[in-house]
């Protein structure tokens, strides 16, 4: 059964080919597990699935503060199925693909050197300070997302700072200066820090 325009509207998709697409990823998706499960490397083998963006900032299917922000293009769910070593469950915790590495390593058992600032998305000790910096060409707004905060910069001069939790998605920087520039002065040190890596890290 196809959605009507509205609900279609409401979850982002902006034509039927958009919204038939996905449908067919999912049915492909319950086709291939269906087989991989009847299979002998079924549970000796980690699946990572993610996409490289999300939805369209239209969407109404999230917060006002998500909009604000410009995170829906950026708020992709990445699948990790592990038979037998990591449990079902849903982490809401701010990653990005440069954790997909050292967490995928880790899960597999593999000795490795890590030169990213990837994080092991299942270690503990990083469960407090889970981060995604969020940049591309100098003409992308800079955003951190960061617990409940996000901080956007659009390069033209206007920097903000946004509670995802709020469904207003107004402008926290002048309500809560010292988180505003504590998530500036860390999205400052992402940005600098992986312009050295990038000409300075180890091949």
């Known amino acids: 059964m196809l959605l009507i325009d509205e609900d279609r509207l409401n979850y982002g998709f902006v034509s039927e080919d958009a919204y038939n697409s996905m449908r067919f990823a999912d049915q492909a998706l319950r086709e291939f597990f269906r087989l991989a499960r009847e299979s002998d490397y079924y549970r000796n083998t980690i699946f990572v699935l993610f996409g490289d963006h999300g939805i369209n900032d239209s969407s109404r299917n999230v917060n006002a503060s998500y909009r604000s922000a410009q995170l829906a293009g950026w708020h992709v769910p990445m699948l990790l199925h592990a038979p037998g070593r990591v449990q079902?469950?849903?982490?809401?915790?701010?990653?990005?693909?440069?954790?997909?590495?050292?967490?995928?390593?880790?899960?597999?058992?593999?000795s490795y050197n890590n030169w990213t600032l990837g994080r092991d998305l299942l270690d503990d000790r990083f469960k407090d300070s889970r981060a995604a910096f969020i940049s591309g060409r100098n003409d992308t707004p800079i955003r951190l997302r960061m617990g409940e905060y996000c901080y956007f910069d659009n390069r033209g001069g206007t920097q903000s700072l946004f509670r995802l939790d709020d469904p207003d998605g107004k402008d926290y920087r002048e309500q809560e200066p010292e988180a505003f520039l504590r998530m500036r002065d860390l999205a400052e040190a992402f940005q600098h820090t992986s312009k050295y890596m990038l000409y300075n890290n180890k091949k």
């Open 88 to 110: 079902p469950g849903v982490d809401e915790a701010p990653a990005s693909q440069i954790d997909v590495f050292p967490t995928v390593a880790t899960l597999a058992g593999l």
